[in-house]
């Protein structure tokens, strides 16, 4: 069990916005999440949030050589090569936003010749199984990569960071996100199938039976949330579970992206329950299973703006919309404070 | 007849989207922004938006001392102090995101000693007439507040501004507006009539009332924008539409705020049709009135937080999202920058 943010702070940190010089409620979800910051942060009003870092977690999936993607499993290693360039998606949000960035390769099939180092440090395994047909992972592998995310949220820790995000890359990445939510919620694949980048119906359906098929092959190992990671996920995504678990457990607040950090945000939080308090919700995905996994952990996402780029993107979008509740709860006068 | 934004620099923009290295429509909104503001600008990839302007256009109105609101008209030269002070709401989320804050008394009901001058400079007169008893104002002062509201938008014009917005202070404000909707629209004070500040369900039925009587009064003048103004608006939302017109008729894009400024947009598209071309919508009002006349112009609101503050508040919390999409369409590598 995960120890909450502080609720003595979220106290006074209500006890604060009530006694602006506003209208009862007017500041609608500003208010809440400001005193949300508060109670992670342990100060109210809290500090403002000047150091936001998204890490990026790149892995293939073998299940996207079957037909569950609009894309070739090619584009992944690409995708790494255009983040470390700073020219793809999240890169132009982030520096709109003085976000950092960080990419990892935990996962991606190609030896990225070339990209920096530091890149690498963490890669656990080329690939991972077809999750229809064999587990993503050993069972050391999730270790490793449920290890190396831990590393990797302290480090960031330790460089200051006021608040965390995590971004995915991997095509195909989808389908184990999925599958993770289906196996947390005990739902069928039906329910929790979308179009990812964008496949056709054909397609779409393929993909259901896909994920039928891997929760069918897992069986009961998915009531064991570790297990799930082993059986269905990948090392991208068994890194960003333990990078968002780690934060929790350091008492760092996370703003969470589309399906794979809410696959991953439930699955930490079902291995220590309490984890999803640290949790907040960037942007709404049009992906099924993001909805769902949202609704479990009570979180309702910050933004609707349509977007499905993955990369950590819609929550690199929303950070502004944490420091509007950061400035108001800080900077706005008290009633007290006016009068006379 | 007002010019729309450039359709060929559209063009190009949704080519340049189209060439990104993103998948198909993933920015969603993002995308369409951008689009709108290249064409607003005559320039794709659009330039950042980093002068974004908004000017508070306060005043009181005679309408508030008969019931429509859950606060007392003096709040309104109260608030104009807390905006110079720079400790209102606006003020801290202006200051978040690097947008210049200016407030002008055009109508408060009080002299304001000791504010500065040029807060003054604009001031047409103190409150207006109730308008369901009778005008807001002489057709004088609607047209002094007109040019007034068009020479500060060409003021901030030449100050720089890449984006404008407009913001309102004025107790009892969303009276006179919801009226303005209900004159452009056709529709009895049943459709437009909402809570303010948060008036209970008795007040809320006299608020319709009175909007009704104010319809009647008016009359068949409500078939022209410029009377509607004399007859149902005040010195501020005149000011305020002037401001929106002339940022239309300059080429200057304006992003909307709640209620008071989408009816303010709405006359402007009246008095001279097109001008709504020129504007994008902020955040969604909890106010009927605002939806109703937002379908009129075409515009969905980038931003839903509840929040219900005023003063350009919403508008202001959404400056990051242009800001977003700005960036996607300038910084985003293109497709044909990849390969090999």
């Known amino acids: ?35 949300w910051i508060a109670a992670c942060q342990g100060v109210a009003p809290p500090r403002r949030l000047d150091s936001v870092r998204v890490v990026i977690f790149a892995g293939d999936h073998g299940v996207a050589r079957y037909g569950v993607s609009a894309y070739p499993p090619e584009i992944t290693a690409a995708m790494v090569r255009t983040f470390v360039s700073g020219r793809a998606g999240v890169s132009a949000l982030a520096a709109a936003h003085g976000v950092a960035v960080r990419v990892l390769d935990l996962g991606v099939d190609d030896d990225l010749d070339g990209v920096p180092d530091d890149v690498r440090r963490f890669k656990v395994r080329r690939s991972s199984g077809p999750i229809h047909l064999e587990d993503a992972l050993t069972a050391e592998e999730t270790r490793t990569a449920l290890a190396a995310g831990a590393a990797v949220a302290r480090e960031e820790i330790a460089a200051g960071a006021d608040l965390l995000i995590s971004g995915d890359m991997g095509i195909g990445n989808t389908t184990p996100a999925a599958a993770m939510v289906a196996a947390a919620l005990g739902l069928p694949a039906s329910e929790v199938t979308g179009r990812g980048t964008g496949v056709d119906a054909a397609a779409l359906a393929h993909k259901e039976q896909v994920i039928d098929q891997a929760l069918a092959r897992a069986g009961a190992r998915t009531d064991d949330p570790v297990e799930t990671l082993t059986a269905l996920a990948s090392a991208d995504l068994a890194a960003s579970t333990g990078y968002l678990l780690e934060a929790a457990r350091q008492g760092v607040p996370v703003l969470l992206d589309g399906l794979m950090a809410v696959a991953c945000a439930l699955t930490a939080d079902r291995i220590d329950p309490g984890a999803a308090a640290w949790f907040a919700a960037g942007h709404r995905s049009t992906e099924p299973a993001q909805a ?13 703006l349509g977007m499905r780029l993955g990369e950590g993107s819609g929550a690199v979008a929303a950070v502004p919309v944490l420091r509007s509740a950061v400035a108001v709860l800080r900077d706005v006068a008290l009633l007290s404070e006016l009068g006379g």
């Open 1 to 35: 069990m995960i120890t909450p943010p502080r609720p003595d702070v979220a106290s006074a940190a209500r006890e604060r916005l009530a006694a602006l010089a506003t209208p009862p409620g007017a500041l609608g979800r500003l208010g809440d999440l400001a005193v």
């Open 292 to 304: 769902l996994a949202l609704a479990k952990m009570g979180l309702e996402p910050a933004l609707d």
